[in-house]
């Protein structure tokens, strides 16, 4: 156990649903990180929480939302699922913003039907 | 051209071999990870660095910040370091630092 705790570990939904993923950082993280991983595309930086505030954003569709709530655990929510969301969604937590050791949760496998 | 190459893609070696993975990256970067991914999906943290070379157990991870260049050793290789092993590399600029930018992974096989 990495102390990163992701609920559900397995998904599957119909098209156009929405689902929201959740994350538990390591106790005492501040930083939530959210990545996709494809076959196609790897992984994939999705977006960055910090102490409840959006820090920064990567390749996050617009379909795509997420928050970090004040007991520190975090929401990603896919809505509209096409597909191609078809991935597994991993998140990290850090202690501060930049510089340290990442833990990664144990992901959540979406599949898209 | 990605920002984060790896070498090889695929690995196959004998139980007892030395192995190493290779990462080049063509971006500034404030540190560099080593990750290791199961088959089951779960990714593990193996190092962060920096700069120099650290150890631990049967692993090393090197890093050339002049030339951009990490290399992952494994020696004594064991059938049970079979994963894929991940180089991230953390940006050093704007907004984007402390994000990671992942390679593609070098899938590692080791034999009995």
């Known amino acids: 156990d990495s102390g990163v705790t992701q609920t559900p570990k397995h998904l599957i939904t119909a098209t156009g649903q929405r689902v929201t993923l959740r994350c538990s950082p390591r106790?005492?993280?501040?930083?939530v990180y959210w990545y996709q991983q494809s076959l196609d595309q790897g992984l994939q930086f999705l977006i960055q929480?910090?102490?409840?505030?959006?820090?920064a954003k990567g390749n996050i569709l617009e379909r795509f939302s997420a928050q970090q709530f004040p007991d520190l655990h975090s929401e990603l929510n896919l809505s509209s699922l096409e597909l191609g969301d078809s991935a597994l969604y991993f998140c990290?937590?850090?202690?501060?913003?930049?510089?340290?050791?990442?833990?990664f949760g144990s992901g959540t496998r979406l599949t898209v039907v | 051209k990605n920002e984060v190459e790896q070498s090889p893609q695929n690995l196959t070696a004998q139980e007892g071999e030395f192995i190493t993975i290779n990462c080049s990256y063509s971006?500034?970067?404030?540190?560099l990870h080593w990750l290791q991914q199961h088959p089951g999906g779960g990714i593990v943290s193996l190092f962060m660095?920096?700069?120099g070379k650290k150890k631990h157990g049967r692993l090393i991870a090197t890093i050339n910040i002049q030339e951009k260049h990490s290399s992952l050793h494994i020696t004594a290789s064991h059938p049970r370091d079979s994963a894929v092993y991940i180089c991230?590399?953390?940006?050093?600029?704007?907004?984007?630092?402390?994000?990671?930018?992942f390679g593609k992974g070098t899938k590692l096989s080791v034999k009995p």
């Open positions: 106790s005492g993280d501040l930083s």
């Open positions: 991230a590399v953390s940006l050093s600029y704007g907004g984007s630092q402390g994000n990671l930018i």
């Open positions: 660095l920096s700069s």
């Open positions: 971006v500034g970067i404030s540190a």
């Open positions: 929480y910090y102490n409840g505030e959006e820090r």
């Open positions: 990290a937590s850090t202690p501060e913003g930049t510089n340290y050791g990442y833990t």
